[in-house]
């Protein structure tokens, strides 16, 4: 069994347009992440979720935008999309945010190209 | 800043041993990680560090020196799949993970 899922594993698109990734994890963890890994493979977090509520938003666009319809999933929906957000994004999870800092578990990735 | 540095890339010899480099200036401390990405792939799980010394796994190990913002990661017996990228992460006072670029590790036969 995957512990954390992602689709589409590709996404190919145009400028413009609005689209969503998904991502599911069935480890029971409280807590889970949207990061970006661009061209130079930094990994920049985008987004934390724990316990369905927004804890961490860093300063991305707001045309990105989390949603939580319940602890084990965590979806990215992107409006606009531009040719910057050409990336790959990674879905985690982990135990718990708060007071300590577990291990996070991977999807495995979502390459989105923007033409 | 906060700012976590490792060499860019490294290249090492089938059966050796290789040590990789992590420096880090962050806003508090709470942990640091080391991760593995082969091309394409997740990063995956590691070691993880909050105190001083050395912690052995097999054929990796991993130090912290919180003194000195340090770390490094030690691949012994070097095997060809060893070859990917291995990431340095550190908690901050926020609880969130900061990664650095990564280090490229070749291994040649």
């Known amino acids: 069994d995957t512990a954390v899922s992602q689709t589409p594993k590709y996404l190919v698109t145009q400028m413009g347009n609005d689209k969503s990734i998904k991502c599911e994890q069935n480890?029971?963890?409280?807590?889970m992440y949207w990061y970006k890994q661009d061209s130079k493979k930094f990994l920049k977090i985008m987004f934390s979720?724990?316990?369905?509520?927004?804890?961490i938003n860093e300063t991305v666009p707001n045309r990105f935008s989390p949603k939580s319809p319940d602890k084990a999933h965590l979806n990215l929906h992107i409006n606009s999309l531009e040719l910057g957000d050409s990336a790959v994004y990674f879905c985690?999870?982990?135990?718990?945010?708060?007071?300590?800092?577990?291990?996070?578990?991977f999807g495995p990735g979502t390459r989105l190209t923007v033409t | 800043g906060q700012n976590i540095d490792q060499p860019t890339e490294m290249t090492a010899t089938e059966g050796a041993i290789v040590q990789i480099n992590c420096t880090y200036q962050?806003?508090?401390?709470?942990?640091l990680f080391w991760y593995q990405q082969h091309a394409g792939e997740a990063p995956t799980f590691l070691s993880y560090n909050v105190l001083d010394g050395l912690e052995e796994k097999g054929r990796f190990s991993s130090f912290l020196s919180r003194s000195k913002g340090y770390s490094y990661l030690l691949l012994k017996e070097l095997q060809m799949k060893d070859s990917a990228s291995y990431l340095c992460a550190v908690g901050d006072s926020n609880y969130q993970l900061i990664w650095g670029a990564g280090t490229k590790l070749i291994i040649k036969p």
């Open positions: 985690a999870s982990s135990q718990d945010l708060r007071e300590l800092i577990y291990e996070q578990y």
């Open positions: 979720y724990n316990n369905k509520e927004l804890i």
């Open positions: 480890l029971g963890h409280d807590t």
């Open positions: 962050t806003s508090g401390f709470n942990g």
